[in-house]
């Protein structure tokens, strides 16, 4: 393993905001921590990084405990979220920072800078002004400056955070390339669930201070452990429900539930699709409260008429119905999804 943490623990003020963590990453892997604000995912990376001493437990790089080793001798890159590039340098001498604190010669230095704007798609930029740049440039100057050094393990910080939408999409899609030719081991920390299904071989989900959830993007993404995990991916059909066969009593009434499923009191996941609109006398009686365009489907929100949580379902552009239509809902177990 090239990092482990075991059982690292952080505490600021009596509670532990890293708790009793433990977490496995592997060389050329990928993994992105993902949470909510305040769940821990900062104080992860800065305890990685020796940026922030554990009050218990343990950072092994290399199967070796890395108490007391300052940040710079861990042999870590670290880019943070305002890129905290210097200002007043040019791109050439922003990217070189780290090569200059390693002392390799100026010569050597000035070929490995052009060879890494041209990585990241900046080539012949290093005279350029930094203060001159537009924001994604700026991000490739400061992932060109952590990749600089080689570093074994490369910690990124909200990569793509102050990027507009379809600039951190593409860069995304970049890094993942990037990522992959250079066989980097990068351990990444974002709140944005799509930036890290896009970047990530392993998705982490934290919630106040321990891992949710740890699986591949499509792991977590079919099966979420449970109904924080489910509803921080965006999916609010969520209840309690009590698992009987290939049928579960729900608040929403009698629900299908694939073969297989776990039996007994569980909580249910329906995702959008799996809520089908049908004739208002045939299915459960709700009523149309919102229309929401999505782009690829329309999110009707409905609110069950005889009481129940509020459900959605995803409908195609030309069938979503008006607001305050009355409409019957069935359900498709293809969709449902029993969590443990
Ligand atoms: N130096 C500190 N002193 C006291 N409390 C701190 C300190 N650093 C972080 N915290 C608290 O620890 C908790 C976790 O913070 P952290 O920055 O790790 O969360 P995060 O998941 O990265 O959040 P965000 O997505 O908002 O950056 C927060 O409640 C924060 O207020």
Redesign the pocket.
């Known amino acids: 393993m090239l990092l482990s943490l075991r059982a690292a623990t952080?505490r600021?003020?009596g509670?532990a905001?890293?708790d009793a963590v433990d977490l496995d990453v592997a060389e050329h892997e990928v993994v992105c921590?993902l949470?909510?604000?305040?769940?821990?995912?900062?104080?992860?990376?800065?305890a990685v990084a020796g940026l922030?001493p554990l009050d218990s437990g343990q950072v092994l790089l290399d199967g070796r405990d890395h108490r007391g080793v300052p940040a710079h001798r861990r042999g870590v890159g670290l880019m943070f979220?305002d890129h905290q590039l210097f200002p007043q340098r040019d791109v050439g001498a922003n990217v070189a920072f780290g090569l200059r604190m390693h002392r390799v010669a100026k010569g050597e230095r000035d070929a490995e800078v052009g060879k890494l704007l041209e990585l990241v798609g900046l080539p012949g930029a290093a005279r350029r002004a930094v203060a001159g740049l537009s924001g994604g440039e700026q991000q490739r100057v400061a992932l060109a400056r952590a990749l600089a050094p080689r570093p074994r393990l490369l910690m990124l910080?909200?990569p793509l955070g102050q990027l507009d939408r379809s600039l951190r999409e593409r860069l995304v899609v970049e890094l993942r390339e990037l990522f992959d030719r250079l066989g980097t081991t990068v351990l990444a920390?974002t709140?944005d669930q799509g930036e890290a299904f896009a970047l990530a071989d392993r998705v982490v989900v934290?919630r106040d201070?321990r891992i949710a959830q740890s699986g591949t993007p499509l792991e977590v993404w079919q099966r979420p452990a449970d109904a924080f995990v489910a509803r921080f991916l965006g999916f609010d059909n969520v209840a309690p429900a009590t698992v009987a066969g290939t049928a579960a009593d729900s608040p929403w009434g009698k629900v299908p539930v694939p073969d297989g499923s776990p039996q007994g009191s569980r909580t249910l996941l329906v995702r959008p699709a799996g809520v089908r609109l049908v004739a208002a006398e045939a299915g459960l009686p709700c009523t149309v409260t919102t229309r929401t365009f999505r782009g690829t489907h329309v999110a009707v929100g409905l609110l069950p008429r005889d009481g129940g949580p509020r459900l959605e379902a995803a409908c195609a552009l030309r069938d979503a119905p008006e607001p305050g239509a009355g409409v019957g809902v069935a359900f498709d177990a293809a969709e449902i999804v029993v969590l443990d």
Do not use: A, N
């Open positions: 952080v600021f003020g509670r905001v890293l921590v949470g909510p604000s305040g769940s821990g995912k900062s104080t992860l990376l800065r922030q979220q910080d909200e920390v709140h934290m201070g």
